[in-house]
């Protein structure tokens, strides 16, 4: 069967499409522009015509003949996987967060309602930022009945002056929202279901070509940074964080297209908490070769730095029979793909 990939060339994606390619399927994948596809079908070529790309400059562009910008994609197509969306923290609007979040969402949605007439399902790369709120005493433990709706008062109060990762995740939030909306209207018009996928932070090795850290993507970006950045306070160091291998994101995206029962549910995907700190002293003690050389920083190794919150993947597990990656291994192999690339 034929599977639509939006933000084929993102570091999930690529992982993704990798994996249905393994299993057979066909792939359709949207990209932004020429070079990204070319690129794209390079790196998979040995799949041949298995592989087929296509370009939508802009997903929230309804196309003039057209209700959505992907009415010609969901044809003949018999699942899609939404992953397309702002990752980034760079961006000062809220809109510049929200509107492609949202819109490219509802796009998807649109287009499959009137033309997905093969579409089975559904998927979404939502986020634990659509369920996240803040939280200051150990230990939270978040589950699929949570929102991510303090995000999106905090953006409401505070505009362009709300930190970037809040409007991030409200982006996150509203997107999905809309989604279950616009299914819930719908849902007696067509014959696809929705599962929303909800990984925490995503680690492991890249896909992507990666020349310096500044073109990793987001999350490696920020894993990057906090390991080799001398200059991170305490505060910083005791943040909490949950991470899932990418490698585990990707096949429970194309777990669940096999999968009757996941149809209308939310799943975390999450394979562990660690705080900033913890996970020096983790990579310390695999490596500490890196340390002694002083091409890491040790940071502050007595920090009372207790995990505050854990996101609880139990109901991933059992639905979709998810077995994660060890810690080890996935450290272990994300350091070797940041030492390949220098
Ligand atoms: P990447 O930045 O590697 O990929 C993002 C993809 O989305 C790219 O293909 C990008 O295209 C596309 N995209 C971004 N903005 C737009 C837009 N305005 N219009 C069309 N396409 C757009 O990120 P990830 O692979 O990390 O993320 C993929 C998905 O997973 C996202 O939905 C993200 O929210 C979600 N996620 C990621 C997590 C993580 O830790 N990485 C954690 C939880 C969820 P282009 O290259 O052209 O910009």
């Known amino acids: 069967s034929r599977v639509l990939i939006t933000g084929a060339n993102g570091y999930i994606a690529m992982w993704i499409i990798r994996t249905l390619l393994e299993q057979g399927y066909s792939v359709r994948g949207v990209v932004r522009s020429l070079e990204k596809a070319t690129k794209l079908k390079q790196h998979f070529s040995s799949y041949g015509d298995k592989l087929e790309l296509i370009i939508i400059e802009d997903m929230m562009k309804a196309s003039a003949r057209y209700d959505g910008a992907f009415d010609d994609a969901v044809k003949d197509v018999d699942a899609i996987e939404h992953t397309a969306s702002p990752v980034t923290l760079s961006a000062v609007e809220p809109d510049d967060y929200i509107k492609p979040a949202l819109q490219g969402t509802l796009s998807v949605l649109k287009s499959a ?10 998927v979404i790369t939502s986020s634990s930022a659509a369920i996240h709120r803040v939280i200051t005493q150990p230990t939270h433990i978040f589950d699929e009945t949570q929102w991510g709706d303090e995000a ?16 991030y995740k409200a982006s996150k939030t509203l997107a999905e929202k809309a989604a279950w909306d616009f299914y819930n209207q719908h849902k007696n018009e067509v014959q696809w279901d929705l599962v929303v996928l909800h990984p925490p932070f995503v680690l492991g090795p890249s896909l992507q070509e990666v020349k310096t850290p500044e073109s990793l993507n987001v999350s490696l970006e920020i894993f990057y940074n906090m390991l080799t950045q001398p200059n991170k306070s305490d505060e910083e160091l005791k943040a909490t964080y949950n991470f899932v291998d990418v490698r585990d994101v990707s096949k429970a995206h194309v777990e669940v297209l096999k999968n009757e029962k996941a149809a209308g549910e939310r799943i975390i995907l999450a394979n562990g908490a660690s705080t900033w700190q913890d996970t020096r002293n983790y990579i310390h003690s695999l490596r500490p070769d890196l340390y002694a050389s002083g091409v890491l920083p040790r940071g502050n190794s007595d920090l009372d730095n207790p995990v505050l919150y854990i996101y609880n993947p139990e109901k991933g597990k059992k639905l979709l029979g998810l077995e994660y990656i060890s810690k080890n291994e996935m450290i272990g192999d994300l350091l070797a793909d940041f030492e390949a690339r220098g």
Not at 113 to 122: A, D, E, P, Q, T
Not at 152 to 167: F, H, L, N, S, T
Request: charged content about 40%.
């Open 152 to 167: 999106i008062e905090i953006v409401q109060e505070k505009g362009r002056d709300a930190p970037p990762m809040m409007k």
């Open 113 to 122: 309602l009137h033309f997905g007439k093969k579409v089975k399902r559904i």
